[in-house]
């Protein structure tokens, strides 16, 4: 195919998956290059999502499906961007997959290897809090539904190929090397997504330390009923159910000391949601949020924010939390706050703490910037053109961007941001042509 008829999206997050579904749909080939083994990014992650609480999964899964299946996109998960060199038609692009261990067109994702695998490791999906296998899938619903084995946890001891090999699929292949994939395509989109920011920098917070403070990706895991506790509510240390819960906002946002200056925009509405959610999973649970202030800029967000008050009786508290203490005796927790208005010293005992943590650039960032040739802005995100009319194109013609590679948003924004980027990454292969 001629590169003035390929897009090249990088991450296949939301945002990666959208933009691809646009520019597949215009007739234009998309390939879609993804770090992790499957598409889905961080929303794979979510309960539900605000403002209408509609589950996560049961809006993204068909997009991902789409992806997979439509004939103009081509996936390459489990797999990086190398180099990246300019000529005059576009740009020659080198790309490593990296070994799966799997021969993916021989893998029917039966999970039979998975079932006899002695090796159980921490589960990232599931935020650490449950286990999975050295040849796993990151979640059920992955895109492709292919084994993949974890090369830093296998012991070879082949019983997954055995195992494959006596039901006739004989997909494992423990001598599986790189592969290296070049391409030739027109325009760019980099939706590289975000990294949630790590709460141990905080460390007043007692996060690591102390059982029963969790960040809100793993409460979301816990909501969930495909999590590590089915949908249960239950407290690391002790296995109960929570009867006092306490948010702390603008964990690592609006923080220039231990996080980053910004405001990460989700964090309001998502503990707002979430704090609905654990009324509905747990009626007589009192929750309280702990703010500087609550920001819900959005259509339907405000409403949201006043039914949490009203209709669930949550507790919104002004004061910015200064430390956590840990009680060893029952590992409950207190929340030390001062009233930002009054200066008063807020005291309270909560069962679980969750904290709100920002959106923070994600890991390789600054290397593929590197690579793209494509500067970034102060605070480690892709710069655009211009951030108040070509919000979606880079400094670097040819190269576009969207979704939270950008900045701090949420799905609608980033998925906006996807079409408009496709829109524009399209336009640019059809002026040259
Ligand atoms: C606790 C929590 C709750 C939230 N709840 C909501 C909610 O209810 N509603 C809502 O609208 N938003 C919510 N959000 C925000 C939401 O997660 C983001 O808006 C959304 O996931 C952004 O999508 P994205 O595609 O930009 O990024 P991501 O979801 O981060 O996807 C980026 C993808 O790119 C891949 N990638 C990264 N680097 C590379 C690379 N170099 N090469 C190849 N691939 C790469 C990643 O593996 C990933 O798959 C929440 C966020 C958090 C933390
Ligand atoms: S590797 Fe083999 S056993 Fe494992 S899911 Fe694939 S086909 Fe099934
Ligand atoms: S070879 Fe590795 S992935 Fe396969 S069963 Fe053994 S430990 Fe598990």
């Known amino acids: 195919m001629n590169e003035k008829e390929v897009v090249l999206i990088i991450g296949g997050g939301i945002a990666g998956i959208q933009a691809a579904l646009d520019v597949a749909d215009q007739g234009v080939k998309a390939y879609v290059v993804e770090s992790t083994p499957s598409v889905g990014g961080h929303m794979a992650m979510l309960d539900k999502t605000f403002p209408t609480l509609d589950c996560s999964a049961c809006i993204l899964t068909p997009k991902m499906v789409d992806v997979g299946r439509h004939p103009n996109v081509e996936l390459l998960t489990y797999s990086e961007v190398k180099r990246v060199k300019r000529n005059d038609r576009g740009f020659e692009v080198k790309i490593v997959k990296k070994p799966r261990y799997v021969d993916v067109s021989k893998c029917t994702g039966c999970g039979v290897c998975a079932r006899h695998c002695p090796v159980e490791v921490s589960d990232d999906f599931n935020a650490g ?178 039914r949490a008050k009203e209709e669930f009786k949550v507790q919104f508290k002004r004061g910015r939390v200064a430390r956590i203490y840990e009680i060893p005796e029952n590992q409950n927790l207190i929340v030390r706050a001062e009233d930002t208005e009054t200066g008063e ?75 408009a980027a496709a829109m524009k990454a399209v336009t640019f292969l059809r002026r040259r042509k």
């Open 345 to 419: 010293i807020l005291q309270e005992e909560f069962e679980m703490v969750v904290l709100s943590v920002g959106l923070a650039p994600p890991d390789g960032i600054a290397e593929l910037s590197k690579i793209l040739e494509v500067p970034l802005d102060e605070y480690g995100y892709i710069e655009e053109a211009d951030a108040k009319v070509d919000t979606v194109s880079t400094k670097v013609p040819g190269i576009f961007v969207a979704g939270t590679a950008l900045s701090p948003k949420d799905v609608p924004d980033s998925v906006s941001e996807a079409s």
């Open 129 to 306: 809090m449950d286990v999975r296998k050295a040849i796993y899938v990151p979640f059920p619903q992955a895109v492709p539904l292919k084994y993949t084995i974890d090369e830093e946890h296998c012991i070879r001891c082949e019983l997954c190929k055995r195992i494959c090999e006596s039901i006739g699929a004989g997909a494992v292949n423990l001598d599986q090397v790189p592969e290296e994939v070049n391409l030739n395509v027109g325009a760019i989109i980099i939706a590289t997504g975000y990294k949630p920011f790590d709460a141990k920098r905080k460390k007043a917070y007692g996060y690591g330390k102390y059982a029963n403070v969790l960040t809100a990706l793993e409460l979301e895991r816990l909501l969930s009923a495909a999590g590590p506790t089915a949908g249960h509510i239950l407290r690391r240390s002790d296995g109960c159910i929570p009867k006092r819960v306490a948010f702390v906002q603008c964990v690592g946002s609006r923080d220039s000391h231990h996080g980053y200056p910004y405001c990460s925009r989700v964090c309001c509405m998502y503990a707002i949601k979430d704090s609905i959610l654990l009324k509905e999973h747990i009626p007589d649970v009192d929750v309280t949020i702990f703010y500087m202030d609550i920001r819900t800029y959005g259509k339907g967000f405000e409403e949201l924010y006043q």
